[in-house]
T-cell receptor, first 110, second 114 residues
Framework: GEDVEQSLFLSVREGDSSVINCTYTDSSSTYLYWYKQEPGAGLQLLTYIFSNMDMKQDQRLTVLLNKKDKHLSLRIADTQTGDSAIYFCAPGSGANNLFFGTGTRLTVIP | EPEVTQTPSHQVTQMGQEVILRCVPISNHLYFYWYRQILGQKVEFLVSFYNNEISEKSEIFDDQFSVERPDGSNFTLKIRSTKLEDSAMYFC????????????FGPGTRLTVT
């Protein structure tokens, strides 16, 4: 299977930008997803990017993909306390199964 | 907005007992999945299901596990003889496939094996 690595923790101040990074090993991943998990809750699909794109912006979220380095990042602009959660990077191939990273716990300090 | 639902939200069972976890995928979706997350660990793929058969399964999905789509709406995961290490959160997911690549997850069932 694919190896997906993420930093475990990130703390930012409210109003600042957050950048969550992810590296993966399978270059055949065609869709790369970001999921959010709040405490005790399920996995909420935030956004995803096709492998033929470098960047995708969706309101406060910006996804950057460096396919050569197999590096994916999620930037959250104007981070709010409600953004505190665990963020999972999950590369996949179409309707095939997803491989999840360890998750990055984002803590937003008021 | 359509969503994936799962029941029960929490299941407690004794070691060796059989459990069935239930999921209702989004109605027009064709691909179904089970994942699990042991407390504090990453989410792991178990099995995918399409056209009434398993399309892919992981090493975790051994003979103790089975999946079924008994009718047009439910998708179930059965664990025949539970072990302590089966304690985890189990997530069901679905996608329509085709032009859509978005896997939507249910809220999960927390399984506790004592």
């Amino acid at each position: 299977g694919e190896d997906v690595e993420q930093s475990l923790f990130l703390s930012v101040r409210e109003g600042d930008s957050s950048v969550i990074n992810c590296t993966y090993t399978d270059s055949s991943s065609t869709y790369l997803y970001w999921y959010k998990q709040e405490p005790g809750a399920g996995l909420q699909l935030l956004t995803y990017i096709f492998s033929n794109m470098d960047m995708k912006q969706d309101q406060r979220l910006t996804v950057l993909l460096n396919k050569k380095d197999k590096h994916l990042s999620l930037r959250i602009a104007d981070t709010q306390t409600g953004d505190s959660a665990i963020y999972f990077c999950a590369p996949g191939s179409g309707a095939n199964n997803l491989f999840f990273g360890t998750g990055t716990r984002l803590t937003v300090i008021p | 907005e359509p969503e994936v639902t799962q029941t029960p939200s929490h299941q407690v069972t004794q070691m060796g007992q059989e459990v069935i976890l239930r999921c209702v995928p989004i109605s027009n979706h064709l691909y179904f999945y089970w994942y699990r997350q042991i407390l504090g660990q990453k989410v792991e793929f178990l099995v995918s299901f399409y056209n009434n058969e398993i399309s892919e399964k992981s090493e975790i999905f051994d003979d103790q596990f089975s999946v079924e789509r008994p009718d047009g709406s439910n998708f179930t995961l059965k664990i025949r003889s539970t072990k302590l290490e089966d304690s985890a959160m189990y997530f069901c997911a679905s996608t329509s496939g085709g032009g859509s690549r978005e896997q939507y997850f249910g809220p999960g069932t927390r399984l506790t094996v004592t």
